[in-house]
């Protein structure tokens, strides 16, 4: 049949981990200020290295988010053969869990264009570029391993929580990839 539109706590699920990057970026470059520091400083102020870090969990998020909607959709509509990502057996297109080169080249190909794209406008550096599409990729492949192994077993592991779950780990991965690498 049709492909299922995504529905809209399932596309606000994807953006949490986006949401709340931007918020702290918020509260680091002093947009909103807070008076967490002594006289004449703020805490937050002080914390202002934090923002290439953030700006690249930010980045991130969307870039993981991308890669799964396009790997899932491309593996389900193009991939000739599907396997289980937690044991490499065959399955059916479709399957939680399921993999397919097809698939996943092109959610590789998507995170690594929308982090060339926050590269190209300036967002991050070339460096962190690079952090941000191996987070989103390794996040992308963690979605598909807890929707191989937990999801539906799990009551409130719904996929909405597994898309929580997948931002939010590709943002930490590179939030703190940049603030060791770069």
Do not use: H
Request: hydrophobic content about 55%.
């Amino acid at each position: 049949g049709p492909p299922t539109p995504p529905s809209p706590p399932c596309i606000a699920a994807g953006m949490v981990a986006a949401t709340l990057a931007l918020l702290l970026d918020a509260l680091v470059s002093g947009t909103v200020a807070l008076p967490l520091g002594g006289p004449g400083r703020s805490a937050v102020a002080a914390a202002a290295t934090l923002r290439p870090a953030l700006a690249a969990a930010f980045a991130a998020a969307f870039a993981s988010k991308l890669a799964d909607t396009v790997s899932s959709e491309v593996g389900k509509a193009y991939g000739k053969t599907t396997y289980l990502v937690t044991s490499l057996a065959r399955v059916p297109r479709g399957t939680e869990g399921a993999v397919s080169a097809e698939g996943s080249g092109a959610g590789l190909g998507a995170a690594a264009a929308f982090a060339g794209v926050t590269v190209a406008s300036g967002l991050v550096s070339p460096r962190a570029g690079l952090v941000i599409a191996a987070a989103a990729t390794a996040a992308n492949l963690f979605e598909s391993v807890l929707g191989a192994t937990l999801q539906g077993r799990v009551v409130w592991l719904t996929n909405d929580a597994v898309n929580v779950i997948q931002t939010c780990l590709a943002a930490c991965l590179a939030g703190v990839g940049v603030a060791v690498v770069c």
